[in-house]
């Protein structure tokens, strides 16, 4: 007989496994020596596959289907468990081991193609890796299943729900109407004086700095860590063990703070999670978008703004105190804001941000669907560049190669970068409706208001709610474009002096 108790069991098990993974891989891009590498994959492999084996086996699924038969005499948690974990099996098992097993082979030659014609700048080099993986994409979609697009089958691993049909309006829209932004910009010519920016900033210093920071911010360092790696990222073992990483780097006084900002915002949403989920699916985020919605909130919302830098401008300055005597909150605010055409998508700023992943939601849609050629990507990337972003990569490196998504496999993640900043604008507007003072408490280095408000709206539900479930119970509207478009051109048009 099904119980609740040995359903938590079961997936307390498949967590633990998972957890413990994760924990390896964690060490393996922060500590691990290099020659670590070649038992760590083993290791990985074979816990990856025992949760997958434990998850999937028919026991589990028969103690799912009883238990979902009888939801009604289960509580709402109990039967929203249930019916999370029944979704999560149900697309585990639509994909056969030799499937699975075929298209982690696929990824790792296609990752290292991908970094030998990076390195070369040779788009000819990934091309027939990139056929195969899309060949091995189409095959998931039709194992998965789909309605409309096949690349709705693939958009459902990242934003549950999410249609290209739905983005396709919604994307085009905001491109046309972020890129006008951006001409509007660069031909106001007032671009910021940066020139005092220019050399090196101790990396100690900065790295104290963002550690402040994260405390302010509400992040638990007694529940979580910070350390170094190439890429920053945040994950997790536990509610209670949540970590993150940043890059610093000794030429950019803003890299490791922002990076360190980023993943606080996606940590503090992970630490906020119920403990009573614990072990369980419902310990997660219901969409890669809202909780990129997180990051970003902190990231820009808050860390690019002005109460922000007058907050930390005197802080900084006690680290920096010869380079930044005489710099006043106002120039690292506009410095920080600085808005520029880039070939490179991580380096873009927030009004050309979304434009590369519109150039790049637009690509993989052609591919899947059948109209674009994987030989033609070169060029095809470069007509995309130069007709939203008025730029053409003079390499491949610089431009379809510069990403490493798609070696590995991974088609239809790229939108939920722009709808982590679609979904950041309309919350925090709610949020300034609801704490009218929020703007002074920030600029006293108080941000318990902001992070209560997530709690409430955000963090607690866990995957108890979709991501339009959050976005329209919270702010009474569904998901849309305007919040931050209104954002963007209330906030550059000041900087940039675009009234008239
Ligand atoms: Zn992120």
Redesign the pocket.
């Known amino acids: 007989m099904a119980s609740m108790e040995s359903l938590r069991e079961k997936l307390g098990e498949v967590a633990d496994l998972a957890n413990a993974a994760a924990l390896l891989q964690w060490d393996q891009e922060t500590y691990m020596p290099p020659k670590g590498a070649t038992a760590r994959a083993y290791q990985l492999a074979t816990l990856s596959s025992l949760a997958h084996r434990l998850f999937t086996s028919p026991d589990l699924g028969d103690m799912l289907h009883a238990l979902r038969d009888r939801s009604d005499n289960l509580t709402p948690d109990e039967a929203k468990l249930v019916s999370e974990a029944l979704y999560d099996y149900e697309r585990a098992v639509r994909l056969p081991e030799s499937f699975v097993h075929e298209f982690a082979q696929e990824q790792s030659r296609a990752y290292e193609a991908w970094v030998r014609a990076r390195k070369e700048s040779d788009w000819t080099q990934f091309e027939p890796h990139m056929e195969k993986l899309l060949d091995l994409l189409k095959r998931k979609a039709d194992l998965m299943g789909y309605e409309g697009s096949p690349y709705n089958a693939l958009l459902e691993d990242y934003e549950r729900g999410m249609t290209a049909e739905q983005l396709q309006p919604l994307f085009a829209d905001l491109a046309e109407r972020q890129s006008d932004l951006v001409r509007r910009i660069v031909e106001s010519g007032r671009q910021p004086d940066t020139a005092w920016l220019e050399g090196e900033w101790d990396e100690v210093a900065q790295w104290v700095f963002s550690v402040r920071v994260l405390k302010d911010m509400g992040y638990d360092f007694d529940a979580g860590r910070q350390d170094r790696s190439v890429h920053p990222?945040?994950t997790n073992f536990d509610i209670q063990d949540v970590r993150v990483t940043t890059r610093v780097s000794k030429d950019d006084l803003f890299s490791a703070l922002s990076s360190s900002i980023?993943?606080g915002?996606?940590a503090l949403y992970e630490q906020g999670f119920p403990l009573e989920d614990r072990r369980t699916p419902l310990a997660a985020a219901p969409s890669l978008g809202i909780?990129?919605s997180q990051?970003?909130m902190w990231e820009n919302l808050i860390g690019l703004s002005l109460p922000f830098w007058k907050r930390y401008t005197p802080v900084l300055r006690e680290h920096f105190p010869e380079r930044l005597d005489g710099v006043s909150p106002e120039a690292i605010y506009r410095a920080a804001n600085r808005v520029e055409p880039s070939l490179i998508r991580v380096d873009a700023d927030e009004c050309t941000y979304n434009l590369h992943v519109v150039l790049r939601f637009e690509l993989e849609l052609d591919l899947i669907e059948g109209r674009l050629q994987v030989r033609d990507m070169p060029a095809a990337w470069n007509e995309k560049m130069q007709h939203y972003l008025g730029l053409t990569p003079p390499n491949d490196a610089l431009g379809c190669l510069q990403d490493i998504h798609w070696s590995h496999g991974s088609m239809g993640y790229f939108p939920t970068?722009a709808l982590?900043n679609l979904y950041s604008a309309q919350l925090f507007e709610q949020v300034l409706a609801d704490v009218p003072d929020l703007w002074s408490r920030v600029e006293a280095g108080d941000f318990a208001p902001l992070l209560a408000w997530l709690r409430k709206h955000v963090h607690v539900h866990g995957r108890r709610k979709t991501a339009v479930q959050i976005v329209r119970d919270a702010t009474g509207k569904a998901p849309s474009a305007q919040p931050y478009l209104d954002y963007l051109n209330r906030k550059y048009g000041a900087l940039y002096d675009l009234t008239q």
Do not use: K, N, W
Request: glycine content about 16%.
């Open positions: 990222f945040t980023h993943e915002g996606h909780h990129e990051s970003r970068y982590g």
